[in-house]
């Protein structure tokens, strides 16, 4: 079944409001009419209501990089669903290995944001992956099996629909280091297993599993032309212009 691919641009903490219009008005005629892939921009909060300005009629998404599971109250320094979709924003990256390393987020919370984002129509990009000690200990699979399991729990296949996953080995981001195709497809087969145990067949085949770390114009076409890849979640390389233009045309 043909999954249509999705680029993702992560910025993490780069870039102001006006450095997100100066991306968009050189980016965006670059990938004018290109719409064999979907593009998706996922700039800082601060950012979100200038890329969506700035993105309006194109072909690219604005996303942001995390969610809080409640709709409002007392969380301070947290941001909803419903102020997300209030400023047009249409995508979330969850659990981004990051959040985890360096705030706490653990496989509840991320099944929380999870159900959240689904809840409200946003498009979560849900992202998994192994550090490099549990790489080396063999425990690849059984990692990404736990995280599947716990982030999927208690969701319906249905509310699932909008699902997409980021396989984003730990020890590859921002490392230079990519996983090779052929280790990140495997990797990819393993979700895509725990999927297909969650909700269904169907479901599996449609899911979108995305690849991210040290993704380049260079690697890219190679990791795209994996049958289990669709598409990359891009930090480093997505905070030019050129650079994440080249990516989405691999
Ligand atoms: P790099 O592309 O800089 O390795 O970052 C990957 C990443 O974390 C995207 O979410």
């Given at each position: 079944m043909a999954r249509k691919k999705l680029i993702a641009a992560n910025w993490k903490m780069y870039k102001t409001p006006d450095e997100t219009r100066a991306f968009l008005r050189d980016f965006l005629p670059l990938v004018a009419g290109h719409d064999r892939d979907e593009i998706v921009v996922c700039p800082s909060y601060v950012d979100l209501a200038a890329g969506v300005e700035a993105a309006k009629g194109s072909n690219v998404a604005v996303g942001a990089q995390n969610v809080h599971w409640?709709?409002?109250?007392?969380?301070?320094g947290e941001i909803s669903a419903p102020m997300l979709l209030s400023v047009g924003v249409t995508h979330v990256i969850i659990g981004h290995s990051e959040r985890r390393q360096y705030f706490g987020e653990t496989d509840d919370t991320v099944n929380l944001r999870l159900k959240a984002a689904l809840e409200s129509g946003l498009t979560p990009i849900c992202c998994v992956g192994e550090v490099l000690e549990e790489r080396e200990a063999g425990l690849t699979d059984d990692v990404l099996r736990r995280q599947c399991v716990r982030a999927f729990h208690a969701i319906s296949a249905k509310k699932a629909a909008k699902l997409v996953i980021a396989y984003e080995p730990v020890w590859a981001i921002g490392t230079g280091k990519t996983a090779t195709p052929e280790l990140a497809a495997d990797a990819h087969a393993v979700i895509r297993r725990e999927a297909k145990e969650a909700f269904g067949e169907e479901f599996a085949a449609r899911l979108r599993i995305l690849y991210g770390g040290s993704v380049k114009p260079e690697n890219a076409a190679a990791l795209m032309a994996q049958e289990e890849i669709d598409g990359a979640l891009v930090g480093g390389a997505s905070l030019d212009p050129k650079s994440f233009a080249a990516i989405v045309e691999y």
């Open positions: 409640k709709s409002e109250g007392a969380f301070t």
